[in-house]
């Protein structure tokens, strides 16, 4: 199994980026997706999932109408469209397979596999 996320780097803020997640080793169609991101002396915090078969998404309330997730299940990716960026979106992003949500906040527990993340800088 192999997820790997790219696209990151640095941006103004108000500015975009679109991360994409390559994923390998697994039947992508039929799994949920999700996005994490750390940032510096922070804990991993879950911001949104998009699930296999009906696409359905979640997403947590810090991004939610500034960040789309979306997937390409021909090319096995998913993809997070960030917009409006602020400088506390800077943080190291991952994507995983898997996602649990409890109470509306999408947990860290039920991931079954992590990629290697990239680095995302809002910063003037």
């Known amino acids: 199994v192999q997820l790997q996320a790219s696209g990151g780097g640095l941006v103004q803020p108000g500015g975009s980026l679109r991360l994409s997640c390559a994923t390998s080793?697994?039947?992508?169609?039929?799994?949920?997706i999700s996005w994490f991101r750390q940032a510096p002396g922070k804990e991993r915090q879950g911001i949104s999932c998009?699930?296999?078969?009906?696409?359905?998404?979640r997403y947590a309330d810090s991004v939610k109408g500034r960040f789309t997730i979306s997937r390409d299940n021909a090319k096995n990716t998913v993809t997070l469209q960030m917009n409006s960026l602020e400088p506390e979106d800077t943080a190291v992003y991952y994507c995983?397979?898997?996602?649990?949500?409890?109470?509306?906040?999408?947990?860290?527990?039920?991931?079954?596999?992590w990629g290697k993340g990239t680095l995302v800088t809002v910063s003037s």
């Open positions: 995983a397979r898997g996602c649990t949500v409890v109470a509306g906040k999408i947990e860290l527990y039920g991931i079954k596999d």
């Open positions: 080793g697994f039947t992508f169609d039929d799994s949920t």
């Open positions: 998009i699930s296999g078969r009906d696409e359905s998404t």
